[in-house]
């Protein structure tokens, strides 16, 4: 994580601070618990309620001695609340509150990345209607190949994101959960209630069954759902990219008025956001090994995920969030340039009617193989001139052509309404 | 994909003869629809329903001529049906085709999994059932921990696969989609109604936007899914071969009288089920990175997909199948010796119950911390001793302890009973 | 492996009949070195030498009684040269035969893989050459920065394939590897003496400490070395695809006269073969994370990398041949169009040199950030109209500038020539 | 990068101070040489050798207005050095400064990564060598094979840490880079001769061709090649994990006297350095797909690589270096029981001969298919009884054995001195 690419209420979600926090009242929930069931004195349940505190520097001190993090942690609370500390904890394993914790962690970072998720939604959904009829070339291969528009291009994008929504509503869900099973996961130290008390009250679910851990198949889910993402961010940004390179520009990202685009080549405008998020994609996706490789633990538990989490996976999610909330930004302050796309989309002088003209031929009784070559043959003439020739005018010097089509018919098929006239109807399906 | 390690089931899906009926299939049901709709003749759509067929030396001989798959099938299936092929794929394009036959293999390797997951499921759970009370020890980093059953390890086992279960028959909702859109989504060339009828027809869903193609983040879902389940594999698979290692030995995979274990060493009997299915996890997850980098295609669509579908994600459909058999193969026919299992138990002598004495210190009036201390002391001596010395007598011989807990306290403690309370009713949880 | 991308030479290297073949040599050869030290009879030797022989059928059938490989081939060749069979593999475990094979195979695809770029670079050699001077512009973040040539474009990718082929002579080094070392590498069973005679004859090392195994950090070397080519495979590839989308054209991937582009739209030419090597870059990276997975086995070997070397390792090697030959043949016949080239350059009506205006400015006396501010307020000025202002018209109508730069000064700046003075020596550099 | 797990040194090498001192240098020196040729006036060179400096606050505040960080550090010299400045980075391009910075970042690196190898290296050696005659167990598939030493064990990863030193030595010397071309790569504004000075007194080499950027696919080898060590890392880690479970326990991480080794459980001593080793490794190898991923950058440049270069790979870099000081503390501080390793070696009750018995059948005339059968029947009967039975008592009562091979001669067989005979050579070429 590097402060360039975070945003502070994702990074905070991975302070000590908070974590400690959650830690703090997982232990207090339990004992509260503990204290209904009679197993501890209702005091100590007070006691920590009321006095529990920590304090970070003491617990880091600590640490370096014990070399183990939740104990440190327990002695600092002990610091404050004094005896009745020793029913704190009680029956419970590491584990329990470290993993529990991880839980609602992810679960707050979740509910950002899905506000996130919005923003990009709401900035594809305003500019998809916006430039809804917004005519331009579709490309395949990054070969012009038929019109499209503008305001569908990002509807399909919308629709990928809205799939990604769901998907991380689910993923949140499956890590939505509470263990609080002792030390291999058999209740045997602390009564089942006490984790179905502190699972409600945090709104988790208990684990099936833990081992001494939530089994890491859950985190792992939670990756590579984020992993998916990045690769849509990836697939937008390169959009974007491609539009705004000088030959094809027919969008821009917004360009501040003092921004420098090069410290050489003072005519520069570069769409390093984009660029950006390209990495980001990157970034976020090198998470999705070491998750999966997370899984596999020994036995009871391992600890070699443990790493893993505190280095890895919250900079997976940092990078998600930043590069969700630049995307929104960048979407919304885009510079598309309509006109561009009309200049582009006739680039090729006609061409992009090929397979309409094709439809035609067949339609009008010559067999496919045959309607085709005609068609290449005439294709490949404006090709070759790079669009200096109409491709409407060598059809119409083409006798095999014109002995089918009459030139009323070509002019019906070079008609750009014919590619739009079910805009509308695709557009209602995603965006709403 | 090496024979090796396939199943005929699962790797006929990847032939192309499955390929091009499923090609055809939609061909045909889209012509029917046209028909339907006066687009073209009825008479075509019924011959080709009646009579058409394709070639597969015909279509790779084409194909090497035209250097394009689908013009090549059309070609072949021309031959079969004659004039009326004129009609056949009138205003689709080739994805329309090769990307909803991709769903269908997609959903038909999707539902081989699914019965192979039940098939470790049904395993797993006899097992659980079976040695639901089978005591063995619980091991967090490699170090006996405290008590559990084997028929718990299972059910935690169970549940993880449990929820892959749930993943898959999502991912496969994901990927039940059909595109007939055209060149590049517009339904320029073609009747959005006859997407649905073969949709309807395949029981697939329509693509929301599609763009020349199935946007690929639904497949990256599908992938990653498989790639988490394959974690999930090694880490039963690692579990068994800790369990069978020669020191530990408290399960052996099944050994056939005429197997050998090695070339040199006629003593030896390897877990090399487990070791292999420990490498077809690695096998499965390579599909991972390249299904996310497949998300972003240029614009439109580019082809870079394409490849990595033929190659790399069968192979790790494959091998996800094959393994999953495997898997459930050893497990059914796991053998389990609970024998060895009580006596690597009780080899720390019991140290297994430093927990259960630390907790009833600290209910007896001596802070969590001294507790910790008194009994660590304790535990210490008979780890160096490594179990020569019990750990019951070590603390009937320190005052620290019998100040505070008699021996019939301690007896009390030391029982496995007191681990296997909550048994049932997580396996009641877990199995059902 | 599918065999669209695989071609005959690499892929006969993973068939069964050179694995055996190569294992035979192994073992005849250690029986030559062990009579030769009087340890087995010289008869034995010849015996195997001269009727030494496996049938592959055989090898599988009893392969499926005994489930291991080693003793299966052993029996059949056992059964082509009767008794002296009993002093073949004699101290032997199956790895000293399995692994000195593989590093033999690794060497045989290494040797094509160099011969593949040998091709690659003689294809870009000779193209460089031939464009030294097709001036064109060079682009960062997709946006036109300055003036180049084509023929530098690729002589930096030559260089790059340069640096690869002495990566891969040194990762072939790295895995010409011999072991004979019995069963946990301790020679107990088998004299040094033999293991030095095999590695000799078949021009390898042998290995300085082996477990049972050859260590797998050579293999994972080796296979993310074929990585880093992959990745510079992907970037020729994306520069082709580039230069190819409709509106660039600047080159075009050789378009065979049967060659169809599209089922729909007759008039596209695509850069398909560009497009697979992105995909195969993919393919053959998917290798490397399982080839750094297989590294960490555990004690003296686990056979868990096994699967893994049978299934992608193969994968990956059959596809970088394919690529890189494929890549060779499209460099070769790649369609350049320098005229294009000329009026993409000129697109911009001159705002490339604006770094050359710049520097002019700041030595003539103008602070480098108040040159910078008057340079791009006119570049701006014609980056907004599209090139249709000239830049050079725009700063000679900016007093700014002129008080500075006489038009002649202005004249000798916008000179192609000035970029292109040092292509020769760097060419001179790389070429050779 | 989070300071539980990183070393000050290494860290510090990506602080903003190394890197914007490193950038002043190159300027510093690029600018000396252009005095030189008269380029620039030598009073220039010679302020900005003795004034410049920079100020991080004052450089932050301008990029986040100009939103390019070598322009914001240009101006925040210039506010140092007054006049002069305009000279300064004249005709360079951001990347010629930042991408020779990161060359000498990555040099700076891996001399430190080469003396953590040492320390490893050392480690190893002086175990290895304590331990050379320490008998022990082999182990194959986690299996007992035959026996070997310690020392021998240790050897091994001797050999391959040494294979990695050098292989660093070569990722070092083809990442110790310099570009100073200009904008494109065609020292169009800038002489080469200023790279070449710049270049010899960074102790560097000009790169062969720079497009705007030093091609990744150096970077990317460089970072493959920490992969391949953290693989190496994690397999010594995962060696001592599993010598270290309760039922093995041959070694032990050293434990602090006031350490605690769960919350939960007084008794434990977990192996929690090797663990930690274990996520590190995987942390590490995160570097490798996106630093493959960043090779194939548009044309000339795009800066997609850049924010993973920020991220993910200094990552990579402090925690390869905290892995390795962790390593060589733990290898050097490792408890080893050698009593252990004997009991184990000795708890198959003489199964670890069968080779050798076998081998003896044979060369007393037995078929080797024979010879395994009678030595694989005795031996199951000792493996399915756990060594109750002692394999060389089962041999003695089987007439098949003993019609060729006398008590005498079976007693030879049973002797670990056999095992031993080579060790010193082995490691003598190993350890040297």
């Known amino acids: 994580m590097i402060p360039r690419y975070s945003r502070k209420e994702m990074a905070s979600i991975f302070e000590p601070e908070n974590k400690f926090k959650i830690w703090l009242e997982i232990e207090t929930l339990a004992l509260e618990k503990m204290a209904q069931l009679d197993i501890v004195p209702q005091s100590a349940a007070r006691t920590l309620r009321e006095k529990g505190a920590f304090d970070i ?60 998720l919005d923003k990009v939604l709401n900035a594809l959904k305003k500019r998809a209607e916006e430039h809804r009829n917004t005519l331009c070339i579709g490309r395949s291969h990054g070969i012009h190949g ?36 002792g030390a291999v996961g058999t209740y045997a130290t602390i009564n089942p209630s006490v984790e179905a008390h502190v699972a409600q009250a945090m709104r988790l679910k208990p684990e099936t069954v833990a081992t001494q851990v939530i089994p890491r198949d859950r985190h792992a889910t939670f990756f590579v759902t984020i992993g998916v993402i990045a690769s849509s961010i990836e697939n937008l940004a390169i959009e974007i990219r491609h539009l705004q390179r000088t030959e094809v520009r027919e969008v821009e990202e917004y360009f501040d008025t003092k921004q420098k685009g090069s410290s050489a080549m003072p005519h520069k405008r570069n769409p390093i956001g984009s660029e950006n998020l390209t990495g980001q994609a990157r970034i976020i ?15 009871e538990r391992d600890i070699s995920h ?12 940092i990078s998600a969030d930043y590069a969700l909330n630049r995307l929104a930004g960048i979407i919304d302050k885009l510079l598309v340039y309509p006109d561009t796309m009309i200049e582009n989309l006739e680039k090729m002088n006609g061409l992009v009617f090929s397979q309409a003209v094709l439809l035609a031929l067949t339609q009008a009784d010559i067999s496919r193989e045959d ?24 059809l119409l010097s ?21 590619y739009t006239q079910h805009i509308d109807s695709i557009l209602q399906r995603a965006l709403n």
């Open 57 to 116: 520097d003491r617990i880091n001190e600590i640490e370096a001695e014990v070399k183990h993090d939740v104990i440190a942690f327990l002695t600092s609370v002990a610091e404050h609340i004094g005896e009745d500390s020793r029913y704190v904890h009680q029956g419970m394993t590491s584990s329990d509150v470290v993993d529990t914790c991880f839980s609602v962690q992810l679960k707050q970072a979740a509910n950002i990345l899905i506000k996130d």
């Open 146 to 181: 038929e019109p499209t528009t503008f305001g569908l291009k990002l509807a399909g994008h919308y629709a990928a994101f809205k799939r990604h929504r769901e998907r991380l509503v689910r993923a949140r869900e499956e890590i939505s959960i509470c263990t609080i099973s």
């Open 285 to 299: 996706r090198a998470a999705v090994i070491p998750a999966l490789e997370n899984v596999a633990l020994w036995h």
């Open 306 to 317: 443990s790493s893993v989490e505190r280095t890895i996976l919250p900079d997976a999610l």
């Open 371 to 394: 309607a085709y070559l005609i068609v290449q043959r005439n294709a490949m003439k404006v090709w070759e001139e790079k669009g200096k020739m109409s491709f409407k005018d060598a």
């Open 398 to 418: 083409d006798s095999d052509v014109t002995e089918k089509l009459d030139k009323g018919k070509l002019e019906s098929i070079f008609n750009y309404k014919n």
